[in-house]
C-alpha cells in the first residue's frame, strides 16, 4: 500500500476516480506511515486518526453517491499547529498553551475540510512560529527526512518535513519572514507564501499580523496550486482577506516559460550563498531560459537591509500579540500572589527562549524615546524595500534567486547564536516585507551534502499564476528531487 | 549598544515577563546583539520616505456593517478556562 503514499495529490486523486483506491486505504496508509517513521523525524505534535478514519469513510460514502466535492476529497493532509482546530489540542509549539482545545476552527482549516480533505493532524514548529529549524518547538525538535542530523528548517518544519517522508499528501503552512518557503527548500518540496491578503488569518495564532500569511506546502507545483485554491478567498472574518476573486490556479499551468523575463537580483548572488546552492539555482536560471525564458538583470539594493527591519517590526508586532497569553483566559496559568505575579509567572513559564527574547526586543522598540529610531524607521525602510520590487517588476515578471544561503544545516548548529539564525532569512524576508508572494521549488541537490537546493521565485501582488506557470516549467524540465533516504 | 541589566529588567516589567537573573545576562547580551544589528538602518536617509503601516494591497480595509451576529456561547468560550466563577474569569483579587 505503501505506493500510493508515492503519489501526488493529483495522481491519487485519479486513482480514487476510478475506483484503483478509496480514501480510506489511502488514509490507513498515511496513519501507518506516521507511525512507523514520526519516531525519528518529528513532524507531528498531535496524530487525529479517528477523526481523520471517519473523514475518510464520509469521503468514500460521498464518491459513492457521486458527490465527490473536489480533487482533495479523501486526500490525507495535515497542518501546522499554528492553526485552530475544533476539538484538537492546538499549541504553536508552546508550553504556554498547552491543553488548549480551540472551541472553532481556524477558516483555511474550515475549507480544506469542506473541499473533502482529511485532515491527519497537527504538524510541528518552532515556538508561535519563531524560528528556522523547528528546534524552538518546546516539545521535541524536527529533523529532516534527507539527514536526520539535519533540521527541517523552520517555523513549519513539520508541515515541510511531513509531505517530503510522504506521511502526508499536502501541508499547510504560515510564513512571516520565509517560514514555509526556506523548510520547503531544506526538504525538497514546494512551498508557497501567498501575497498578504490572499488567505484568511482568522484562526491562525497571531505572531506579526502585517506579515504573516497561511500557505501550501505539496510533492508538485499542481499539487500546490490545488491545496493554494482551495483554501483562498476573502473571509469577512478576516478584514485584511482580499475581496479579489481566486482564479483557477491550474488553468495556465501548463503555459510554459517561453516569453516571461526573469528578473535575477545582482544583491542575491553575491557573498554568502554556499557554492552548492549558488550552483543549483544558477542552473535553475539557464533551465528558464533555455526554456525560453528571458533572464534580466535586477536590483533590490535594499535587500541588505531587510534583515534588520524584520527584526524590528515582526518582534514589535509579536510583543502586542503575544500580550494575551496572561493566564486569564486559556493556557498555562501560575497563580498565587497578586494578579501581577499571576501575569509574570505565567509568562516567564510558559515561553520558551525565542518568543521571550522576541518580545523583549518588540517591547523596546515600541517603548517611549525609542519608537521613532527603531519602529518607525523600520517602516520607513519597509517603503524602500516595497520599492524595490515595483521597479524591479517594471522590466520583468518575476524574480528569482535563492531562497536560503545554505542547505539543511545540523541540529544544534546556530541554536547559540540567535542572530546567525536571523541571517539565514536574508532571502525570504523582502518578500514578507513587501507583502508578495514568493513560491520555493526544488531545484536540484547540492552535490557535496546530498540535500536539496530551493530555488526561490518572487511575483507581482496577487499573481501567483505566473510563480505556478513559471515553477511548473521548470519541474516538468528538472523532475522531482530523488525522495528522502533518512526514513 | 550595550542594554544594561537594568534597561532589560525595565523592558520585562513592560513585557510583563519575570526573568530569573540568569536569563537576565543573557537577555542583555543577546539583545545587544541584536540591536547592534539592526543600527545599520540608520545609514539610511528615511526623512522623505513614508512609513508602510499596513500590507493591504487595496489601501486600506474595507468597511462593514455594524450588525449583531452569533458569538461564541460563554459555556464554550469559558471551556479553557484556568478558573471560572460562573460566567466570568477568574483572577487574584486587584482591589482591596
Known amino acids: ?487 | 549598544m550595550a542594554l544594561t541589566r537594568e534597561e532589560v529588567r525595565r523592558i520585562a516589567s513592560l513585557a510583563r515577563l519575570e526573568l530569573e537573573p540568569e536569563e537576565e545576562v543573557r537577555m542583555a547580551e543577546q539583545l545587544s546583539a541584536i540591536l547592534d544589528y539592526v543600527r545599520q538602518l540608520e545609514a539610511l536617509d528615511v526623512s522623505a520616505v513614508e512609513p508602510m503601516t499596513h500590507a493591504l494591497a487595496e489601501g486600506s480595509a474595507p468597511l462593514r456593517e455594524d450588525e449583531v451576529a452569533p458569538s461564541l456561547d460563554p459555556e464554550v468560550a469559558l471551556g479553557n478556562a484556568p478558573a471560572r466563577a460562573g460566567t466570568c474569569f477568574k483572577v487574584p483579587r486587584i482591589i482591596e
Open chain 1, 1 to 487: 500500500m505503501s505506493g500510493l503514499l508515492d503519489l501526488s495529490i493529483a495522481e491519487l486523486s485519479g486513482k480514487m476516480a476510478r475506483r484503483e483506491a478509496s480514501s480510506r486505504e489511502a488514509t490507513e496508509a498515511a496513519l501507518s506511515r506516521v507511525k512507523e517513521t514520526d519516531g525519528k523525524i518529528g513532524a507531528f505534535l498531535a496524530v487525529a486518526a479517528e477523526r481523520a478514519l471517519e473523514a475518510a469513510r464520509a469521503s468514500d460514502e460521498r464518491r459513492a453517491r457521486g458527490e465527490v466535492r473536489s480533487p482533495l476529497d479523501g486526500v490525507p493532509v495535515a497542518v501546522k499547529d499554528i492553526f485552530l482546530t475544533r476539538g484538537i489540542e492546538t499549541t504553536a509549539g508552546s508550553r504556554i498553551l498547552q491543553g488548549f482545545v480551540p472551541p472553532y476552527d481556524a477558516t483555511a482549516v474550515e475549507r480544506l475540510e469542506r473541499a473533502g480533505a482529511v485532515v491527519l493532524g497537527k504538524l510541528n514548529m518552532d515556538e508561535f512560529a519563531m524560528g528556522s529549524s523547528t528546534e524552538n518547538s518546546a516539545y521535541k525538535p524536527g529533523r529532516n527526512p534527507y539527514d536526520l542530523s539535519r533540521t527541517p528548517g523552520g517555523s513549519s518544519g513539520g508541515s515541510a518535513a511531513a509531505v517530503a517522508a510522504r506521511q502526508v499528501f499536502g501541508a499547510l503552512g504560515t510564513d512571516t519572514g520565509g517560514s514555509i518557503r526556506q523548510p520547503a527548500s531544506f526538504c525538497g518540496v514546494v512551498g508557497l507564501k501567498p501575497t498578504y491578503g490572499r488567505v484568511s488569518r482568522y484562526g491562525v495564532i497571531a505572531f506579526a499580523s502585517s506579515l504573516d500569511q497561511v500557505g501550501p506546502l505539496a510533492r508538485t507545483v499542481g499539487d500546490a496550486a490545488l491545496l493554494l485554491g482551495a483554501v483562498a478567498g476573502h473571509d469577512p472574518r478576516d478584514m485584511t482577506s482580499s475581496p479579489r476573486p481566486v482564479p483557477d490556479y491550474l488553468a495556465g499551468i501548463e503555459g510554459g516559460a517561453r516569453g516571461l523575463r526573469v528578473g535575477v537580483p545582482r544583491e542575491w548572488l553575491q557573498s554568502g550563498v554556499e557554492p552548492g546552492v549558488e550552483r543549483a539555482v544558477r542552473e535553475g536560471l539557464e533551465t528558464l531560459r533555455r526554456l525560453g525564458a528571458s533572464l534580466v538583470e535586477v536590483s533590490l539594493p535594499h535587500t541588505r537591509y531587510a534583515v534588520a527591519a524584520y527584526y524590528l517590526i515582526a518582534p514589535a508586532e509579536a510583543s502586542s500579540n503575544l500580550a494575551r497569553y496572561d493566564g486569564v483566559r486559556f493556557g498555562l496559568s501560575v497563580r498565587g500572589g497578586s494578579l501581577r505575579d499571576m501575569y509574570g509567572r505565567t509568562r516567564d513559564r510558559g515561553f520558551g527562549p525565542e518568543p521571550k527574547r522576541r518580545i523583549m526586543l518588540g517591547t523596546y522598540a515600541l517603548s517611549a524615546g525609542y519608537y521613532d529610531a527603531y519602529y518607525l524607521r523600520a517602516q520607513k525602510v519597509r517603503t524602500l524595500i516595497r520599492r524595490d520590487f515595483d521597479r524591479a517588476f517594471e522590466s520583468c515578471d518575476l524574480v528569482a534567486g535563492p531562497v536560503s544561503p545554505t542547505v539543511a544545516f545540523r541540529l544544534g548548529e546556530k541554536v547559540g547564536d540567535p542572530l546567525q539564525m536571523y541571517l539565514a532569512d536574508i532571502f525570504t524576508i523582502p518578500c514578507n516585507l513587501a507583502a508578495l508572494p514568493g513560491l520555493s521549488l526544488p531545484c536540484g541537490m547540492h552535490p557535496g551534502e546530498r540535500l536539496p537546493v530551493g530555488l526561490q521565485l518572487v511575483g507581482r501582488p496577487f499573481d501567483e499564476a505566473t510563480l505556478f506557470r513559471a515553477a511548473r516549467a521548470l519541474e516538468r524540465e528538472l523532475g522531482p528531487p530523488p525522495p528522502p533516504r533518512g526514513v
